[in-house]
């Protein structure tokens, strides 16, 4: 197993709500990278965070955020929730070292939108 | 961007057996290929991962084998086992490995006792 956990483990909103998940990246680690992962598909890039700035971002809307720390650990912030916001949301995290990097994911949060 | 085309979607072997998946990318930048496994209900699991400057790795049952003229790289997994049974998924990413990965759809394989 990796060192990333992620909170909550499962998560029920209604739409238009909004929602915060949290990602602790493995020891040593200074990126963290958010997907979603709709039933049945492969995880799709939302963004990227390094050294507490976004460092690369998907095709996902304004109303998808995050934060960094200074510990490297991370935040996801969805506004104004919609159904198609039901994912498995997944970070990974990793150590950007310009050398043979590598993604680990952490356990992920469960999203239903009601 | 990228694009990432993963085949078949489902795979059924019997258990000894080998499986072999297939992924082919769209980017000729792309220079980073992992595979993640994924068992029902948990993390992404890295399995095995290859780079651009070389053709094939392996690591035990488990090989990668990159084309880069084609665009393409597989997945072979030798004397499957039942624990072997998960969905995959390929994926690439241009760069050392910390950068966006783009996903293929994912292999559910099944071994079958």
């Known amino acids: 197993e990796t060192g990333v956990t992620q909170s909550p483990t499962h998560l029920i909103k209604t739409r238009g709500q909004q929602v915060t998940l949290r990602c602790s990246s493995q020891?040593?680690?200074?990126?963290v990278s958010w997907y979603q992962q709709a039933l049945g598909q492969g995880p799709q890039f939302i963004f990227q965070y390094y050294r507490e700035e976004e460092n690369g971002r998907g095709n996902f809307p304004p109303r998808f955020s995050g934060l960094q720390f200074p510990n490297y650990s991370s935040e996801l912030n969805v506004n104004a929730l919609e159904l198609d916001d039901s994912a498995l949301y997944l970070c990974a995290s990793s150590l950007a070292n310009r050398g043979a990097d590598t993604q680990y994911f952490g356990p992920g949060t469960r999203l239903t939108v009601l | 961007g990228e694009n990432v085309e993963q085949h078949p979607s489902t795979l059924s072997v019997q258990e000894g057996d080998s499986a072999v998946i297939k992924c082919t990318y769209s980017?000729?930048?792309?220079?980073?290929f992992p595979w993640y496994k994924q068992e029902l209900g948990k993390r992404p699991q890295l399995i095995i991962d290859?780079?651009?400057?070389?053709g094939e790795k392996k690591d035990q049952r488990i090989a990668v084998t990159l084309n880069k003229t084609a665009k393409h790289f597989s997945l072979h997994i030798t004397e499957t086992q039942p624990e072997d049974s998960a969905v995959y998924f390929c994926a690439a990413s241009i760069g050392f490995g910390n950068e966006k990965l783009t996903f293929g759809t994912g292999t559910r394989l099944t071994i079958i006792p």
């Open positions: 290859i780079r651009s400057n070389v």
């Open positions: 980017d000729s930048a792309s220079n980073y």
């Open positions: 020891s040593g680690h200074n990126t």
